[in-house]
């Protein structure tokens, strides 16, 4: 059973226009959740985070939105860039489990010139 | 070193062969995971290892699949037996165990099965 779910495995945009990542997770005990940015050939790196009292998080081009009671977080990029395409990877972890990162499937993004 | 090292990069080999993977964490780490991506999936979780505690191997396949982390440091993920299904991207991961944070990972060893 996925306790983290991507649903839209890609995403296609236009250069300069918003991207928006979608994840659903159904753990309600998760507390923090991250976004981490995958290149073909390399590991996922960290892109940006959010804790549970928080209900979003913004870092330059990336913000990151919580909704608790749906259980969904996106990630919106503005304006997309063509460097930002990639596999976007939603992960989450419990409090109390020692922090051990539950990830999604996934979004290939791919933004168009 | 700076980051997390995993070698080797890319391991091919027959089927029914045992296969060592290695990951150097960012040193000070004490949390170590173990993931796997296969063609096309999202990450697997596999094992993690969390300071002197018995590890999390609740995500191990099968029991031909087995880590250990020496001195808190450098872990080694052996699989034995290999089959074609093993084949995949495993990938290593580090952080702080204290607080929020984010889990930096090496960039993987490509393990292909024939």
């Known amino acids: 059973d996925q306790q983290v779910k991507q649903n839209s495995p890609s995403l296609s945009v236009q250069e300069g226009r918003i991207s928006i990542l979608n994840c659903d997770y159904t753990?309600?005990?998760?507390?923090?959740f991250l976004w981490y940015k995958k290149y073909p050939a390399e590991g996922p790196t960290f892109l940006i985070s959010?804790?549970?009292?928080?209900d979003k998080n913004e870092d330059g081009r990336f913000t990151v939105f919580l909704n608790k009671s749906a259980k969904h977080l996106s990630l919106h990029i503005v304006p997309s860039q063509p460097g930002d395409s990639a596999v976007y990877f939603c992960?989450?972890?419990?409090?109390?489990?020692?922090?051990?990162?539950?990830f999604g499937s996934g979004t290939q993004l791919t933004v168009l010139p | 070193g700076a980051g997390v090292s995993q070698s080797p990069s890319n391991k091919v080999t027959e089927k029914g062969k045992d296969v060592e993977l290695r990951c150097d964490p960012i040193s000070g780490h004490t949390a170590l995971y173990w993931y796997r991506q296969s063609l096309g999936q999202g990450l697997e979780f596999l094992i993690y290892?969390?300071?002197?505690?018995?590890?999390?191997k609740s995500g191990l396949p099968s029991d031909r699949f087995s880590a250990e982390r020496t001195g808190g440091s450098v872990s080694t993920l052996t699989i034995q037996r290999t089959q074609q299904e093993d084949s995949a991207v495993y990938l290593c991961?580090?952080?702080?165990?204290?607080?929020?944070?984010?889990?930096?990972f090496g960039q993987g060893t490509r393990l292909t099965v024939v």
């Open positions: 753990n309600s005990m998760f507390d923090y």
């Open positions: 991961a580090s952080s702080l165990l204290s607080g929020n944070t984010e889990a930096f």
């Open positions: 959010i804790s549970s009292i928080k």
């Open positions: 290892f969390q300071g002197n505690s018995a590890p999390d």
């Open positions: 992960a989450a972890s419990e409090a109390g489990s020692a922090r051990q990162l539950t």
